[in-house]
């Protein structure tokens, strides 16, 4: 499958994503920052993004497609904007035949930085829930602007749950 999970919510995917995983992550120095992270957490990154080695990190993802790899992939990213969908995983759903996870989270507590996907770091002891949604396919007779706007409902959908799930709890969402 590719997991799809937003930008600002990509360091605690590893945490509620336990099997192993390929994930795109940005060659800037940002991207580093995450890429140790991921790998401190048991998770490979393919390095690159639509800004920087994007062509032959999208080959090498494609060519992952074909092994028994999970993959991984913020739609949003590298820069936004937030939470919009780029064309990088439409395309790689429609090439490598793969569903689409769609996955958010909501926290109760943490920081959010003033970067443009105002990153959210949970701090300890809050409360975390994480949403998957239906797996996507995109389906031979379909457009990539109608598979664009069905995954998008889906993570808007899938952010939503997040959130509601938490506030049900009594808690509000960061």
Known sequence: MILSVWHDQLLMMAKAYTHKAQILISASRDGELIARAMAYMGQKAVRGSSSRGGSTAFKQMLRLAREPYDLA?????????????KEG??????????????MSMACSRGHRFASWDRFQLPYPFGRLVFVYGDPLYFCADE????????LSAAMEACTLKARNKLESHGLSAL
């Open 143 to 150: 457009s990539t602007d109608d598979f664009h706007l069905r």
């Open 73 to 85: 992939i913020t739609p949003d990213g590298p820069r936004g904007p937030r939470h919009e969908i």
């Open 89 to 102: 995983v439409v395309h790689l759903a429609r090439r490598s035949k793969r569903a689409v996870v769609p």
